[in-house]
Every structure is written in C-alpha cells, then in structure tokens.
C-alpha cells in the first residue's frame, strides 16, 4: 500500500524548534519530488515547501525561508522539515505530500497530516 | 510570484446541478494547473492534474479545461460526496500557489 505518515508535531513554545517526519512505503522513494503543504486552522492550503528525488532542487515559500529546512533520506524513505524559531503564524496542520516523478511539482499522494501548535 | 484566485468563493447547490469553479493565474502557467478536493478534516485528495487529466479512481462527472492563465472545475452532476472545498494549484514555477478555495455546500 502507497502511504505517508507524519510524525513529530506537537505544541511548541514561540522561538522554539521542532522537525517534522514523513515515513513513505509502497513506493520507490527516491524516484519522487515530495512537498510539505500546511493548513492554519480554519484557513486554505499553503504550499511551504518541496524537494527534488535526487534533493538536488529544494525550494521555499517566503514566509520560511531562513527558517525551515528541508531534506530528505532515500535510504530510509524518510522526509524531514527542520522548523527553527516558530511563531504563533505557523500553528497548522502539516502535510506530507509525494509528487508525480522526481522533479514534478504536482501532487499526487497525501499524508494525514501532522498538528503543530505554536504557543506560550 | 504568481497568484492565484478562485471564484465564487463559495457556492450552494442541489444534488444533480451542475457547478463550475473558476480559477484565474496572475500570469500564464501553461497547462501545469491541479485540482484538489477537500473534505473537512480530512487531507486533500487530487482530482486532476495538467488542467484536464483526471487522475485514476475519479469519477467522469469532474472535468477541468483551460490554459495560460484562465481554468475551469467542473462537476456535471453535483453528488452528496461531491460537497467539499476545492482547490486549484498552479506548479509551472516556484513558488508553487494555491487558490484560495471554493468551498461547495447545499
């Protein structure tokens, strides 16, 4: 079965870092882009950011770059989002997401997501 | 960058009616426009990808046409599975936008 699962989100502290995991299985993990797309509370997807197959291409929304890292582990199937001094703007829902081919933005495959809340 | 809007940014409608979301780039992004349903608290599925191309498992009812920076969603005969929020993404180019939703309710 083709699947993602998030893990390692949580309630943070503002200021504060957490990372962000992504487990694929049922498919050739390299061979595909993946992408973090999130969902504040009661507001519409945002694309924050995605990776290549090769991670040769890695790209930013302007509202985390600097601040959030992406990177990936083919050997384990594994996506990672670093997420360093959080502010209360990034509590969402954080999506996994695998793309079409390995430098195709478009997605095709979900995650359930992972809940970040940033808050004192 | 380019923007993305969606129109209407809700609707109600009928089981059986017809529905036709718009969706507008800032500029042209050729055919490299997707399709997203969501349900609520649900992660959002793909509908269609490249303006036109269902993707496998979706029903024939949902359609999608256009080009450059003008598209369509359209579902021929709206079902109760049907009512959600949906979604155009352009991914031409970095950064890689989301409409702002049309959400679809009775």
């Known amino acids: 079965e083709v699947r993602l699962v998030e893990s390692g989100g949580g309630l943070v502290t503002p200021g504060g870092s957490l990372r962000l995991s992504c487990a694929a299985s049922g498919f050739t993990f390299s061979s595909y882009s993946m992408t973090w797309v999130r969902q504040a509370p009661g507001k519409g997807l945002e694309w924050i950011s995605s990776i290549s197959g090769d991670s040769g291409s890695v790209y930013y929304a302007d509202s985390v770059k600097g601040r959030f890292t992406l990177s990936r582990d083919n050997a384990k199937s594994s996506l990672f989002l670093q997420m360093n001094s959080l502010r209360a703007e990034d509590t969402a829902v954080y999506y996994c997401a695998r793309g079409w081919a390995s430098s195709s933005w478009y997605i095709v495959l979900w995650g359930q997501g992972a809940l970040l809340t940033v808050s004192s | 960058d380019i923007q993305m809007t969606q129109s209407p940014s809700s609707l109600s409608a009928s089981v059986g009616d017809r529905v036709t979301i718009t969706c507008r780039a800032s500029?042209?992004?050729?055919?490299?426009l997707a399709w997203y349903q969501q349900k609520p608290e649900k992660a959002p599925k793909s509908l269609i990808y490249a303006a036109s191309t269902l993707e496998s498992g979706v029903p024939s009812r949902f359609s999608g046409s256009g080009s450059g920076t003008d598209f369509t969603l359209t579902i021929s005969s709206l079902q109760p599975e049907d009512f959600a929020t949906y979604y155009c993404q352009q991914y031409d180019s970095y950064p890689f936008t989301f409409g702002p939703g049309t959400r679809v309710d009775i």
């Open positions: 500029q042209g992004v050729n055919i490299w």
